[in-house]
């Protein structure tokens, strides 16, 4: 036995905690290293740094090329004493076990262990060591008292690989039966009806079966389908080991699990595999390239029991880009609606683009990537478009479904008086007169009512007013009068008994055009009318020498469906200079509709309008995004983002 390149050394040990760090450099033996008094050591570290905590150890079993961190304390060992460090493990191929107590063996001794431990003479015996007096006090930390950094546990496994440590033999009429002839490693197949795990070996040369995409956790069950144990060691990475599982070759994994030793608690590269059992390692691969895997008994290694593994980065598949012309359909309305796809750079043909959520239909790419679907929407909202194409990823874009514009029927004809009187009626008992005559509030002409003598009946009315019961309605007008004196609007059954309709309003009118709004529901009546008169009524407010003009009169049914928001314009991006405001816009369609405007998405309080105004721009605000969020009771949509370009002021 060598130790640091001497022949069973000694080394000199004062009364102190000792560090040692073992590395089996056997080619082929296992050593199971113990101190011949008995004594017990503390293991800290394997070969990937500490160990999840301290192991007290009698007994230390290491395979070729496994590492271990020890801590050995001689304090009360007393001076004079020679420590001898045994090795117990067998002088023959190890296949797990204890061994017999030094001298014995299980043929001689049935009973004793598992096979007889190495000539103490020769092979049993490491080195020395020799108790000397402290020439300084141990400051160190008691091994049963050091708190090691936690172990990390690795995330969930990526993927399983199960893989084989496989014997042939030869039988050859030249050189007879030999077993076993090769070591291999190679991979598992599993018996269909049994699910018996087979050994499938493979030779050095063979073509690499174990490629990890970069970046995975994988666990390996390494299955040992020889007699003997093998140190496997898997070059660039560190594992943990999980567990082993007994198998059977004939009828599968038996199912007894045992957890690791407490001395594989921490990070390792080489673990022993047991025959007949499942050595499950899992590992996380974070460096690109080609490596091996092999037994770590020379002997093997350089038989076939070492194969190459890659670690590559996983493929990148191009992502299609869809974008279509124009984004916004109107529900009901066939819209041809042009799409493009490349692949970010480069028009992609065959591409099939699927439509799906408001509005279905697909088509097919030209040349050119592009395809014209006519895009039918059957609801307010979202459809998605999504491009496919054979080694792409798939591409989507959204366009938006609105609702078509809500055509609002005036009920009053000729409500401007842009054609004259017509259906429009006057009636006064005193002396008036009703004219069509500029000025007007719109248009050329409005109504004008001039009263020398003021009656009891005066009244400016139309007739045929259709409406529907118990239905909301507003009404608008917009008038005024030389005097600021007021005017009654009312609905009332045409003819007798004048049942009133539901509307009877007030308005306070100055001597400038303003416009009056109200809104009621029809009353009176239950089932749709035609005899609806819509009268103005001046008493008692007109007096002699009083003017009353009146203009674009609106009777229409308000709507009780609300319209989902959709956005007819967006927003359009503004370049100012520092100092001066940039103004936003939005034109949106839905009903009863609230804006909010935000910048670089978060609120901006106060910019509740379709259009928003900013403070002087400085040029910290270059580059920020405006967009507006439109709601209203039943939906909402966010517009596209603007980008404020703030260029200095030239000099
Ligand atoms: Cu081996």
Redo the contacts with the bound molecule.
């Keep these: 036995m060598m130790v640091n390149g001497r022949t069973w050394p000694y080394l000199n040990v004062e009364q102190k905690q000792y560090r040692l760090r073992f590395l089996n450099g056997d080619n082929s033996r296992f050593l199971i290293l113990q101190m011949d008094n008995g004594m017990n050591f503390t293991q800290i570290g394997a070969e990937g740094g500490f160990l999840a905590s301290p192991a007290m150890l009698n007994r230390l079993l290491l395979g070729g090329a496994e590492r271990a961190d020890v801590i050995v304390n001689f304090t009360n060992i007393p001076v004079g004493t020679n420590i001898t460090l045994q090795n117990v493990g067998p002088d023959e191929p190890f296949g797990g076990g204890v061994p017999c107590p030094i001298g014995q063996d299980p043929i001689t001794n049935p009973g004793c262990g598992d096979f007889a431990p190495a000539n103490p003479a020769t092979t049993g015996r490491v080195m020395q060591f020799r108790v000397v007096a402290a020439t300084t006090p141990d400051t160190s930390t008691p091994a049963d008292q050091i708190t090691l950094p936690p172990i990390v546990p690795l995330g969930a496994e990526n993927k399983v690989r199960n893989l084989s440590?496989n014997e042939e033999c030869s039988n050859s009429s030249l050189t007879g039966f030999q077993c076993p002839k090769a070591?291999l490693l190679g991979t598992v197949m599993f018996n269909a009806t049994t699910g018996a795990p087979m050994g499938m070996p493979m030779m050095w040369g063979d073509a690499v079966t174990e490629n990890v995409t970069l970046g995975d956790t994988e666990i390996w069950d390494i299955y040992d389908f020889?007699v003997?144990a093998?140190?496997i060691h898997l070059h660039q990475v560190m594992f943990q080991v999980v567990n082993r599982e007994v198998f059977d070759p004939a009828f599968g994994v038996v199912g007894t699990i045992t957890l690791p030793e407490p001395g594989e608690t921490g990070w390792k590269d080489t673990v022993i595999a047991y025959p007949g059992q499942i050595t499950r390692i899992k590992a996380r691969w974070d460096i690109a390239g080609l490596y091996v895997w092999h037994?770590?008994?020379l002997e093997?290694?350089e038989n076939e029991?070492m194969r190459p593994y890659t670690v590559s980065a996983p493929p990148v598949v191009p992502k299609l880009n869809i974008t279509a012309t124009p984004t916004t359909v109107t529900v009901g309305v066939p819209t041809n609606v042009n799409f493009t796809v490349t692949d970010g750079v480069t028009p992609v043909s065959n591409a099939a683009v699927t439509l799906s959520g408001n509005a279905t239909g697909t088509g097919t790419t030209n040349v050119n990537g592009n395809v014209v679907i006519s895009v039918n929407a059957t609801a307010q909202g979202t459809i998605t478009s999504t491009a496919t194409s054979t080694g792409y990823t798939d591409g989507t874009t959204t366009l938006s479904a609105i609702a078509p514009p809500v055509t609002i029927q005036n009920l009053i004809k000729n409500p401007g008086f842009e054609s004259g009187k017509t259906p429009w009626l006057f009636y006064t008992n005193g002396v008036g007169t009703f004219n069509v005559w500029p000025p007007a509030y719109a248009g050329n002409n409005s109504a004008r009512l001039a009263f020398s003598t003021a009656g009891t009946n005066m009244q400016l009315y139309q007739q045929g007013v259709a409406l529907e019961p118990n239905t909301r309605y507003q009404l608008s007008f917009a008038a005024y009068s030389n005097t600021g004196h007021d005017i009654r609007v009312r609905l009332l059954k045409q003819v007798t008994p004048y049942t009133p309709y539901g509307l009877d309003y007030t308005a306070n009118l100055g001597t400038s055009w303003a416009v009056f709004t109200t809104q009621f529901t029809t009353s009176g009546f239950a089932s749709n009318v035609t005899d609806g008169r819509l009268q103005f009524w001046l008493v008692p407010f007109a007096k002699a020498g009083d003017t009353y003009y009146i203009d674009n009169v609106r009777l229409e049914k308000v709507s009780t469906t609300p319209v989902l928001p959709g956005i007819v314009t967006h927003p359009a991006g503004q370049t100012v200079v520092t100092g001066q405001t940039a103004t936003f816009s939005v034109v949106a369609t839905g009903t009863s509709l609230s804006y909010q405007w935000q910048k670089n998405g978060t609120d901006i309080a106060g910019a509740t309008g379709a259009s928003y105004t900013t403070p002087p721009a400085t040029l910290a605000d270059n580059g920020s995004v405006f967009r507006v969020n439109v709601t209203n009771s039943v939906g909402s949509i966010i517009s596209n983002g603007a980008v404020l370009t703030v260029l200095p002021v030239t000099p």
């Design positions: 440590l070591a020889t003997d093998h140190p037994c770590h008994i093997h290694e029991m």
